[in-house]
């Protein structure tokens, strides 16, 4: 198995885990719905991960994250959970980046 495959697992089962600590520390349902959404997203790009939008999708959404928790940790200031998932998708995209470079999307990851 790809080790793009793993990160993406890995990657939305964090996600889905932030989701639940937040929905039960804070009984925030955004953050239930939007960790939820966001790591099955994660985990689907990892199961379909030859596909040739796959490594374009799974960029955007790190991205996206990056932006989102970002600005969070910086109105906020506290690092969990907003600095944990900007290191993790920085890591994400930087894979995403690294693999669209050197193989091109659509082709199976070394």
């Given at each position: 198995m790809p080790y793009s495959?793993?990160?993406l697992y890995v990657y939305g089962a964090f996600l889905i885990f932030g989701g639940?600590?937040?929905y039960v520390k804070a009984r925030s349902m955004p953050s239930l719905v939007a960790g939820v959404v966001c790591?099955?997203?994660a985990i689907l790009l990892g199961y379909r991960y030859p596909w040739h939008y796959a490594?374009?999708?799974a960029l955007l959404l790190a991205l996206f994250l990056i932006f989102i928790m970002g600005r969070r940790y910086l109105r906020t200031r506290k690092p969990m959970p907003a600095l944990l998932i900007v290191v993790l998708s920085v890591i994400v995209a930087a894979v995403q980046v690294f693999n669209l470079v050197t193989i091109g999307a659509g082709h199976e990851p070394l």
């Open positions: 495959d793993v990160l639940l600590m937040g790591g099955v997203i490594p374009y999708a």
